[in-house]
């Protein structure tokens, strides 16, 4: 893994987005799979502005999210298909049918699953994966584990997870209790990926996903194994190597 140590959130920011927007010069069709949470929202800002300037163009891209809450509708404030809305897709030129994101209020959401995995092999596969970490090393929502999970699943996420949401949400009681989320191999067999962490209170998940063990309890871990998988990580985050 290449480790690119940034002086705080700000230029992690901007150097990420140097690379997403390099991805999407060098290859204008790309699918970006992408992330939601507050990891990414400096990055998804300079995105925009470089495409209000002029300097990048996602008319041919498409994107295709980790994950999204059971329940929550589209239109739903706290929903992921709204987030990326907000943050990102109505700032810049994507056509609105080339983004893609599970629907968590599905009838069926076993089918969901496995026609989310079925879009993702028609797209001809992820170009490049945006990630951020969770505290207990999750990737997407793929908490941790006894064995790292395949394809697009359900989960029930844990208590911290839905701790380090209800800053989101009104009350812990409001936040959802499981998500659908794209799975392991998903994300690993994207052909490059590209992670973004920072502050203090992740130092600890870094130091694990970068010298710890491959283990499925530590998900974030299996990017050791990744051919092309670049972290973009400020000071703080690294604090602890
Ligand atoms: C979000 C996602 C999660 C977050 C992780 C870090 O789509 O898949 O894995 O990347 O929980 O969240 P933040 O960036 O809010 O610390």
Redesign the pocket.
């Given at each position: 893994m290449r480790i690119i140590k940034t002086k705080d959130y700000e230029q992690m920011s901007t150097i990420a987005a140097d690379i997403l927007g390099a991805q999407i010069i060098s290859k204008p069709e790309s699918v970006i799979g992408l992330?939601?949470?507050?990891?990414?929202i400096g990055l998804y800002n300079n995105l925009a502005k470089r495409c209000t300037e002029g300097r990048l163009d996602f008319s041919a891209v498409c994107t295709v999210?980790?994950?999204e809450y059971v329940g929550l509708s589209p239109e739903h404030e706290q929903s992921?298909a709204n987030f990326m809305w907000t943050n990102l897709f109505s700032k810049i030129n994507i056509a609105p049918g080339n983004t893609h994101l599970p629907n968590g209020i599905a009838e069926d959401l076993v089918s969901e699953c496995a026609s989310y995995d079925e879009l993702i092999r028609s797209l001809g596969g992820i170009d490049l994966q945006l990630?951020?970490?969770?505290h207990n090393g999750?990737?997407?929502?793929n908490e941790p584990a006894d064995f790292f999970p395949l394809g697009t699943h359900m989960v029930k996420l844990t208590s911290s997870?839905q701790k380090?949401n209800q800053r989101f949400f009104n009350n812990i009681a409001d936040v959802p209790t499981h998500a659908l989320?794209m799975g392991i191999r998903d994300i690993i067999q994207a052909r490059r990926i590209l992670v973004v962490v920072s502050g203090v209170d992740?130092a600890d998940a870094v130091k694990r996903m970068l010298t710890g063990t491959v283990v499925p309890d530590m998900p974030a871990s299996i990017l050791q194994l990744h051919r092309d998988c670049i972290l973009v990580a400020d000071e703080a985050a690294l604090s602890a190597l």
């Open positions: 992330a939601t949470g507050s990891s990414p999210n980790l994950d992921y990630l951020g970490i969770g999750h990737i997407g929502f997870t380090a989320t992740k």
